[in-house]
T-cell receptor, first 115, second 117 residues
Framework: GAVVSQHPSRVICKSGTSVKIECRSL??????MFWYRQFPKKSLMLMAT?????????EQGVEKDKFLINHASLTLSTLTVTSAHPEDSSFYIC???????????FGDGTRLSIL | AQKITQTQPGMFVQEKEAVTLDCTYD???????LFWYKQPSSGEMIFLIY??????QNATEGRYSLNFQKARKSANLVISASQLGDSAMYFC??????????????FGTGTRLQVFP
């Protein structure tokens, strides 16, 4: 079945660092990928829709300059948390579907901890 | 207004018993899709089952079945013969027709299921 790979699985870094998270579709092409943020014991909050070859569509309240998304190819989207601060600590997870109207496949997520 | 409502923050069930996880939704679209995902403590999201709004039969996938009551706007997940490995968070999600071109999903707040021996 369709597989989505996310890397790294865990990041611990100092405040002010920029962190890049990669999301890859391993066996299919994804024109659209999604980035979610999840706080402990909470639901998934959609941050943005990553569109291959064009700008990402951000949800209301998400700072586009803080969370940079690049979708340069049909198999790779990256989320960069710029100048990360402790309040950015969270679980970030990406998803993609191999066809429209099919269930999304999720990466394993990235636990980001900013000290 | 909440689009997806999961009223049970936590549920307990004994091994081998069946359990129902509730999900109600709110949409004005005639065409929509409903999904259930499982999230173990390790964090990955595992797709379980899908129900389309026009599907006449309730969806089933192995031990998972979806009790779809369209008039009540409910899509409850039934897990039969619970196993210890079923302990996890369970999320109900919806894709509305307006989002079919984008595949955007809206998630509920989740239900934590704990299966005990």
């Amino acid at each position: 079945g369709a597989v989505v790979s996310q890397h790294p699985s865990r990041v611990i870094c100092k405040s002010g660092t920029s962190v890049k998270i990669e999301c890859r579709s391993l066996d299919f092409q994804a024109t659209t990928m999604f980035w979610y943020r999840q706080f402990p014991k909470k639901s998934l909050m959609l941050m943005a829709t990553s569109n291959e070859g064009s700008k990402a569509t951000y949800e209301q309240g998400v700072e586009k300059d803080k969370f940079l998304i690049n979708h340069a190819s049909l198999t790779l989207s990256t989320l960069t948390v710029t100048s990360a601060h402790p309040e950015d600590s969270s679980f970030y997870i990406c998803s993609a579907s191999d066809r429209l109207n099919q269930p999304q496949h999720f990466g394993d997520g990235t636990r980001l901890s900013i000290l | 207004a909440q689009k997806i409502t999961q009223t049970q923050p936590g549920m307990f069930v004994q091994e081998k018993e069946a359990v129902t996880l509730d999900c109600t939704y709110d949409t004005s679209d005639q065409s929509y899709g409903l999904f259930w995902y499982k999230q173990p403590s390790s964090g990955e999201m595992i797709f379980l089952i899908y129900q389309g709004s026009y599907d006449e039969q309730n969806a089933t996938e192995g031990r998972y079945s979806l009790n779809f009551q369209k008039a009540r706007k409910s899509a409850n997940l039934v897990i039969s013969a619970s196993q210890l490995g079923d302990s996890a968070m369970y999320f109900c999600a919806m894709r509305e027709a307006r989002d079919y071109n984008t595949d955007k999903l809206i998630f509920g707040t989740g239900t934590r299921l704990q299966v005990f021996p």
